[in-house]
């Protein structure tokens, strides 16, 4: 049933430098311009496989565009606009949705204000209105069959964004032959990431305090969030796939918010001092208040703890560059608003999709980190 969607950006600009991989008013709206781990993704074949769908992909959705689709409406619900990613991911949304034809008065997008009863109502606001496709982050992937039955309800294509809804809902799209498809990054893979990340550094580096254990500190996202669950589980099975023993000193929600994180990282350190080894964090938002956390403890990331985080931000990155955090993994905003919107017009044209069309992160060290900047900037 998947799909993996590469972007061409990506394949023209990164494929050949490094290893291919493929979060204000509530109801306000803009007009102004987020399987397990396929480590085989990073080969030399998958990179020529990504290059050559990315192609395919491209001539489809020109062949596609073909059509009138200024007159057109799109609906887009985000779950938050305060979030860095989600920032990202609708601005570059925005700006291929009118390169692709459709209008920008025509573009309506949401801010779900990270409360589904809020995104709910904008829902059915968008279903009265009658737009011809919705494009959905659910605040809460556990509402997705409301969200779906609804929409199908109301016989709009739906094509739901960087929160997976989990796999018995997508098994009634396929079941039903419905025009519903989910465009997103297996978090999976951003866990194992961040863990080889640790793994690859070896363990007489990481284990600091010399206890034959790797002590750490967890901080999540939304704990609903299927994305935040991945990730913290999948981080830590890489360090025990390797075959180390772990040691959770502590485990807490920071709603990928940069101050709820640091003052988690704060505390922890606070009450574990030297023992606490790598500071996991579902996304770089939170590892930015980590870093904060763990600078003002007077320690050094590199050289007395590690720190890495997901999305791949431009600050995130510098910090990656000066070695003031170990890691993050890209969350290729380009490639998923690019394939959401290729998935719109195609069920605006009749071409239909697959039920799930993903794509792979990419790990990002400090060998790759600048030109993955350069990328996002």
Same mark, same amino acid.
């Given at each position: 049933?998947?799909?993996?969607?590469?972007?061409?950006?990506?394949?023209?600009?990164?494929?050949?430098?490094?290893?291919?991989?493929?979060?204000?008013?509530?109801?306000?709206?803009?007009?102004?311009?987020?399987?397990?781990?396929?480590?085989?993704?990073?080969?030399?074949?998958?990179?020529?496989?990504?290059?050559?769908?990315?192609?395919?992909?491209?001539?489809?959705?020109?062949?596609?565009?073909?059509?009138?689709?200024?007159?057109?409406?799109?609906?887009?619900?985000?779950?938050?606009?305060?979030?860095?990613?989600?920032?990202?991911?609708?601005?570059?949304?925005?700006?291929?949705?009118?390169?692709?034809?459709?209008?920008?008065?025509?573009?309506?997008?949401?801010?779900?204000?990270?409360?589904?009863?809020?995104?709910?109502?904008?829902?059915?606001?968008?279903?009265?209105?009658?737009?011809?496709?919705?494009?959905?982050?659910?605040?809460?992937?556990?509402?997705?069959?409301?969200?779906?039955?609804?929409?199908?309800?109301?016989?709009?294509?739906?094509?739901?964004?960087?929160?997976?809804?989990?796999?018995?809902?997508?098994?009634?799209?396929?079941?039903?032959?419905?025009?519903?498809?989910?465009?997103?990054?297996?978090?999976?893979?951003?866990?194992?990431?961040?863990?080889?990340?640790?793994?690859?550094?070896?363990?007489?580096?990481?284990?600091?305090?010399?206890?034959?254990?790797?002590?750490?500190?967890?901080?999540?996202?939304?704990?609903?969030?299927?994305?935040?669950?991945?990730?913290?589980?999948?981080?830590?099975? +890489?360090?025990?796939? %390797? =075959?180390?023993? !772990?040691?959770?000193?502590?485990?807490? &929600? $920071?709603?990928? @918010?940069?101050?709820? *994180?640091?003052?988690?990282?704060?505390?922890?350190?606070?009450?574990?001092?030297?023992?606490?080894?790598?500071?996991?964090?579902?996304?770089?938002?939170?590892?930015?208040?980590?870093?904060? +956390?763990?600078?003002? %403890? =007077?320690?050094? !990331?590199?050289?007395?703890?590690?720190? &890495? $985080?997901?999305? @791949?931000?431009?600050? *995130?990155?510098?910090?990656?560059?000066?070695?003031?955090?170990?890691?993050?993994?890209?969350?290729?905003?380009?490639?998923?608003?690019?394939?959401?919107?290729?998935?719109?017009?195609?069920?605006?044209?009749?071409?239909?999709?697959?039920?799930?069309?993903?794509?792979?992160?990419?790990?990002?060290?400090?060998?790759?980190?600048?030109?993955?900047?350069?990328?996002?900037?």
């Amino acid at each position: 049933m998947k799909k993996k969607v590469v972007s061409v950006i990506l394949a023209t600009a990164m494929v050949a430098s490094m290893a291919m991989g493929c979060g204000g008013n509530n109801t306000a709206s803009t007009n102004n311009g987020a399987a397990a781990a396929d480590n085989g993704a990073t080969t030399d074949n998958a990179a020529d496989d990504a290059a050559t769908e990315a192609a395919d992909a491209g001539a489809a959705a020109t062949e596609a565009v073909s059509g009138d689709l200024a007159d057109k409406k799109v609906g887009v619900c985000i779950y938050q606009f305060s979030d860095n990613f989600m920032t990202l991911f609708r601005t570059e949304l925005e700006s291929y949705l009118i390169s692709q034809g459709f209008s920008q008065e025509n573009i309506t997008i949401v801010d779900g204000a990270n409360d589904q009863a809020t995104q709910t109502g904008q829902i059915d606001s968008f279903i009265a209105e009658g737009v011809d496709v919705l494009i959905i982050n659910p605040v809460n992937s556990s509402s997705a069959e409301t969200i779906t039955d609804k929409v199908v309800g109301a016989g709009i294509p739906l094509v739901y964004i960087n929160r997976e809804p989990d796999e018995t809902e997508q098994q009634r799209w396929e079941d039903n032959n419905w025009d519903v498809t989910y465009v997103g990054c297996d978090a999976r893979q951003s866990g194992t990431f961040q863990g080889e990340m640790i793994v690859d550094l070896g363990l007489d580096a990481v284990d600091l305090n010399g206890n034959g254990k790797v002590d750490y500190v967890m901080v999540e996202g939304d704990p609903e969030n299927i994305d935040a669950q991945y990730r913290t589980e999948y981080s830590i099975k +890489a360090l025990e796939d %390797a =075959g180390w023993e !772990v040691n959770c000193l502590s485990d807490q &929600v $920071g709603n990928w @918010a940069q101050d709820q *994180a640091q003052t988690i990282v704060a505390n922890a350190l606070g009450q574990y001092g030297t023992d606490v080894e790598v500071v996991f964090c579902n996304n770089d938002a939170m590892a930015l208040g980590a870093l904060q +956390a763990i600078q003002s %403890a =007077g320690r050094t !990331v590199g050289t007395d703890i590690y720190l &890495v $985080g997901v999305d @791949a931000l431009s600050e *995130a990155l510098e910090n990656v560059i000066n070695g003031t955090m170990t890691g993050t993994v890209f969350n290729d905003h380009f490639s998923q608003s690019h394939s959401a919107a290729d998935a719109a017009i195609n069920y605006l044209t009749g071409a239909g999709n697959e039920h799930y069309i993903g794509c792979d992160y990419i790990k990002v060290t400090q060998e790759n980190a600048q030109e993955t900047l350069d990328l996002v900037k």
